[in-house]
Nanobody, 116 residues
Framework: QVQLAESGVGSVQPGGSLRLSCVGSGSIFSFNLRGWYRQSPGKERELVAK???????VYRDSVKGRFNISRAKNGNTVYLQMYSLEPEDTAVYFCYMRSPYGMHYWGKGTLVTVSS
């Protein structure tokens, strides 16, 4: 049974930084994709960043240069370091992992609020 748990709930001022962590339990070492999505009220869930098995990373345009995704060597934890946060980054952030067999797993989400 795979479970993902995010941490890093935070409220920061514009321009601030925050790091999110997602710890996975279960047999996830072989998972080939880990990432972060976010969803704001009234909007669809959108990809923020993802890291592939080979270490390649993909970011949505609005966070390029401000966010950095990484993972632990054992693959159990994926991080999202966020810098220069903007009010538009306010959302619930979801951790996501995908198995080599195409199974999708989601965390329950963690709220990030950027406000002065």
């Amino acid at each position: 049974q795979v479970q993902l748990a995010e941490s890093g709930v935070g409220s920061v001022q514009p321009g601030g930084s925050l790091r999110l962590s997602c710890v996975g339990s279960g047999s996830i070492f072989s998972f080939n994709l880990r990432g972060w999505y976010r969803q704001s009220p009234g909007k669809e869930r959108e990809l923020v960043a993802k890291i592939l098995a080979g270490g390649q990373t993909v970011y949505r345009d609005s966070v390029k240069g401000r966010f950095n995704i990484s993972r632990a060597k054992n693959g159990n934890t994926v991080y999202l370091q966020m810098y220069s946060l903007e009010p538009e980054d306010t959302a619930v952030y979801f951790c996501y992992m995908r198995s080599p067999y195409g199974m999708h797993y989601w965390g329950k989400g963690t709220l990030v609020t950027v406000s002065s």
